[in-house]
């Protein structure tokens, strides 16, 4: 069992920053490929951004790319989430996931997740 908490989310002008964070408990955190999703008031969730177990290798949603930076602390059991340049449009609840597998764009490849956080951009 993998537990995931997230924090950091909150409300913040468009072209504002802020960062989240996902603490890990439970197995090893290093054995895990992570990933961001977001959903929108009453959509699917969508991949915003994943993160090899090493850190090594990153991948972003074209809605993100350029602007949003996925990176993790093994030696802290977490992943971060660096959001800039935020829009109205990136307004959503965001989590953190967690595969035993390669990290990767779909919800299906995550066994654990965190409950998320509320991220509000106005504009």
């Known amino acids: 069992q993998v537990q995931l908490v997230e924090s950091g989310g909150g409300l913040v002008q468009a072209g504002g920053s802020l960062r989240l964070s996902c603490a890990a408990s439970g197995r090893t955190f290093s054995g895990y490929g992570m990933g961001w999703f977001r959903r929108l008031r009453g959509k699917d969730r969508d991949f915003v951004a994943g993160?090899?177990?090493?850190?090594?290798?990153?991948g972003y949603a074209d809605s993100v790319k350029g602007r949003f930076i996925i990176s993790r602390d093994n030696a802290k059991n977490t992943v971060y989430l660096q959001m800039n340049s935020l829009k109205p449009e990136d307004t959503a609840g965001y989590y953190c996931a967690a595969t035993a597998q390669y990290y990767s764009d779909s919800e299906q490849t995550y066994t654990y997740w965190g409950q998320g956080t509320q991220v509000t951009v106005s504009s």
């Open positions: 993160i090899s177990r090493t850190g090594r290798t990153t």
